[in-house]
T-cell receptor, first 114, second 115 residues
């Protein structure tokens, strides 16, 4: 079975500042890792994913995450945030064998202030 | 990728009644998943629905409360039975698709309010 821990429930940050949203996972098998974003009153959108290969993955809007197997982490970073990045961010994990179900963390609310 | 349509998008229901949520996918998929997102919280998996077999429920969820149908590879329904205000949530349908079925795609969700 897999589990996900997002260490911060809320992260307030000023516009143009860097941000890191932390995510740790637990699994007895190899995993695929995901970050999803949910803007206010909208559905879930995939932000980025790690399946295999390069441990650093990037999104089209400037976010990146690094898979660290030894620390079982998949932290999300952005060097300079915008007001429009204000949203709920969910880290998720799926084992690469078996039932294909995706398990989500509790979420981190990123609040970007002007 | 996969495009998922859910109906209804929202509903307000009386306690003690039941609501059936429909999920239609634009391609054939092996597994479909139903999640619940309670206000201000994360997504919790209710069950996995495979075509041709009974759904597999997660701990804390039972078939009598959340019966699921999966008549074919593109469609599923979730019924929320004998509703109470505690069932007020967003219910989301999801499928695994993309590269090696590694990615979860979601419908827009059904926002249910029980009064």
């Amino acid at each position: 079975a897999q589990s996900v821990t997002q260490l911060d429930s809320q992260v307030p940050v000023f516009e143009e500042a860097p941000v890191e949203l932390r995510c740790n996972y637990s699994s007895s098998v190899s995993v695929y890792l995901f970050w999803y974003v949910q803007y206010p009153n909208q559905g879930l959108q995939l932000l980025l994913k790690y399946l295999s290969g390069s441990t650093l993955v990037k999104s089209i809007n400037g976010f990146e995450a690094e898979f660290n197997k030894s620390q079982t982490s998949f932290h999300l970073r952005k060097p300079s945030v915008h007001i429009s990045d204000t949203a709920e961010y969910f880290c998720a994990v799926r084992g690469n064998t078996g039932g294909f179900k995706t398990i989500f963390g509790a979420g981190t609310r990123l609040f970007v202030k002007a | 990728s996969a495009v998922i349509s859910q109906k209804p998008s929202r509903d307000i229901c009386q306690r003690g009644t039941s609501l059936t949520i429909q999920c239609q996918v634009d391609s054939q998929v092996t597994m479909m998943f139903w999640y619940r997102q309670q206000p201000g919280q994360s997504l919790t998996l209710i069950a996995t629905a495979n075509q041709g077999s009974e759904a597999t429920y997660e701990s804390g969820f039972v078939i009598d409360k959340f019966p699921i149908s999966r008549p074919n590879l593109t469609f599923s329904t979730l019924t929320v039975s004998n509703m109470s205000p505690e069932d007020s949530s967003i219910y989301l349908c999801s499928v695994s698709a993309g590269q090696a079925n590694t990615e979860a795609f979601f419908g827009q969700g059904t926002r249910l309010t029980v009064v």
